[in-house]
């Protein structure tokens, strides 16, 4: 007999990505993709794609270089 | 060849308490110095910083758009680097001006244009009303509204990337 596995959450960017503007002067939006202690959330998570999600990836670098997001930690 | 660059520049609340046209021209004068054509520039927030930058906990941020050829980057790098009043820098080459930019710049260059004081360096943020899914903070701030950056006072110079990532 299986276990019982909880469903995963939705996506946060929805079904499809459709090629977000990604900006790291945004950083009420970028909030959204970054987990209680400022990691960036994965693929699965994020709902993005490759493309999308290196876009996050470098956004959401840029913003922590300017001290607009915290580091990991 | 000239190419349009977005430039966001990290002041000492300090230098802008003074006089923020004076603290703009800091930005200006080192682009222009390096031959740069500086389209537009202007504040584009005073906030709280998510970690301390050279034991400061609050900056203000400048948003500048220049044109400017490949030759005296390394040189501009290198005076922003010496300049004290700038905390940190961040420049990125853009295909053209964004909509709205022109605008806002010349908003700011009104006469009737009031830039607000910054507040003491110990002074919290006023909520954002995040839309964080955990509901936590996300500067790290505790019930009663208190910054912890406490706990991190320790080195706040062992992440600096200036000028590396791009």
């Known amino acids: 007999m299986g276990t019982m596995r909880r469903p995963p959450p939705p996506p946060i960017s929805g079904k499809n990505c459709d090629d977000p503007v990604l900006d790291y002067k945004d950083t009420e939006n970028l909030r959204r993709f970054l987990s209680a202690h400022g990691q960036l959330l994965s693929r699965k998570r994020t709902g993005y794609c490759t493309q999308c999600q290196k876009q996050l990836k470098q956004a959401v670098k840029r913003a922590r270089h300017l001290a607009l997001l915290p580091f990991v930690g | ?166």
């Open chain 2, 1 to 166: 060849m000239a190419t349009v660059y977005e430039g966001m520049f990290l002041l000492d609340n300090q230098v802008v308490r003074e006089d923020w046209k004076k603290a703009k021209s800091i930005i200006t004068d080192a682009l222009k110095k390096h031959g740069a054509k500086v389209v537009c520039a202007r504040r584009f927030d005073e906030r709280r910083l998510a970690y301390p930058i050279r034991r400061r906990r609050r900056a203000t941020y400048c948003l500048a758009f220049y044109e400017m050829g490949s030759e005296g980057q390394t040189a501009l790098r290198r005076d922003l680097e010496l300049n004290e009043n700038i905390l940190r820098y961040l420049m990125l080459a853009r295909e053209k001006l964004p909509e709205g930019e022109l605008e806002l710049a010349a908003a700011e260059d009104a006469a009737d244009f009031n830039v607000p004081t910054p507040p003491p360096d110990d002074a919290p943020d006023a909520p954002s009303g995040g839309r964080r899914r955990d509901g936590a903070d996300p500067l790290g701030s505790d019930e009663l509204g208190e910054p912890r950056l406490d706990v991190r006072d320790g080195d706040p110079e062992e992440v600096d990337l200036a000028g590396k990532d791009e």
